[in-house]
């Protein structure tokens, strides 16, 4: 199974609606994808989304948490910003030893902005 699993990480964040433009399945999970909210911020529903699927697929038993690093682009080769999981928030989560909301928070906690770095005044 475990030679299986992995190439179905796409497909199942595309069906959660994530644009993906590329994903590395290794360690850590190294995710690219296109915002259908290009705006200034990264979308926090769309983290939720892309979050969703990889929970569904380790509860399903068809991913092993790991480190997830995503990079979020308006348009190919144009970011806007990124985001990150760590496995063991994925584990405490499953495990119900937190809560959806402190994951959440967890994760929101990492978003940066590329135009985060050029406000400085």
Known sequence: MGD???PAIEPTLRSYGISVESVDVGDPLDLTY???FPGREVHRREIG???NALIDRAEAGAWEPVRVEATVVRSPGDPLGSWAAA???F????AYEI???EFSTR???TVRHVDEEDDTL
């Open 4 to 6: 299986e699993a992995p």
């Open 34 to 36: 296109m915002t259908a």
């Open 49 to 51: 989304r892309a979050l």
């Open 87 to 89: 496995p063991e928030w």
């Open 91 to 94: 584990d405490a989560l499953l």
């Open 99 to 101: 809560s959806e909301t």
């Open 107 to 109: 994760v929101l906690e």
